[in-house]
């Protein structure tokens, strides 16, 4: 039972177009969410958060929406640049059995063409 | 300020065998996560320490995984005896708080097990 959906593996965008990001979840216990990039062999960077009393955040290039009836958010880069070639992850935080923790999708790589 | 530490980087071990993994948060963070991320998939949470304390554990197969935090501040995870299917990446991640602070990670181990 997956509990935070990234129903793309992959994404490519022309360079200085827009990249949008798709993450789904089931649990309405969730009320912070994270988004992380990863590059390769290395450790996940955190990018971006959302609380679940907010729709909207954003950061530089970086804005991330949260849609709490649908059980969806997004990323999204604009504009998009080929540094930003990455695995993405979304994670959603609550918590169960007395503890706080996230749980992560499987991610999204986005290719970002020059 | 330093980010979380991590070693070894890579291990290549063959099954029935033992391994075990280092983590040092970064300076200050009373919580520390170990997670497992086999290919193809998002990062899994096998323990979560706040300061030397266990606070989950239930996804930690503890038949053969065990870890420790000894003065609340190192960490180590150990797989004995190792099988096939532990062929992954192990990361390690601190936050200041056990909530919805962020989580930052380190650079992660690749565990391959022949």
């Known amino acids: 039972d997956q509990q935070v959906k990234q129903n793309s593996p992959s994404l490519s965008v022309q360079e200085g177009r827009i990249s949008i990001l798709n993450c789904d979840y089931t649990n309405s216990m969730f009320d912070y969410f994270l988004w992380y990039k990863k590059y390769p062999a290395e450790g996940p960077t955190f990018l971006i958060s959302i609380s679940s009393i907010k729709d909207k955040n954003e950061d530089g290039r970086f804005t991330v929406f949260l849609n709490k009836s649908a059980k969806h958010l997004s990323l999204h880069i604009v504009p998009s640049q080929p540094g930003d070639s990455a695995v993405y992850f979304c994670?959603?935080?609550?918590?169960?059995?007395?503890?706080?923790?996230?749980?992560f999708g499987t991610g999204t790589r986005l290719k970002v063409l020059a | 300020e330093a980010g979380v530490a991590q070693s070894p980087r890579y291990k290549i071990i063959e099954k029935r065998q033992s391994v075990a993994f280092w983590c040092n948060p970064i300076?200050?963070?009373?919580?520390l996560y170990w997670y497992q991320q086999i290919l193809g998939q998002g990062p899994k949470l096998l323990i979560q320490f706040q300061n030397n304390g266990v606070v989950d554990d239930s996804q930690l197969p503890k038949d053969r995984f065990s870890a420790e935090r000894l003065k609340g501040v190192d960490s180590t995870l150990k797989i004995q005896p190792a099988k096939l299917e532990d062929s992954a990446v192990y990361l390690c991640a601190s936050s200041p708080g056990p909530t919805t602070d962020t989580q930052y990670f380190g650079p992660g181990t690749r565990l391959t097990v022949l």
């Open positions: 300076s200050g963070h009373a919580t």
């Open positions: 994670a959603a935080g609550g918590t169960t059995s007395g503890t706080y923790k996230y749980i």
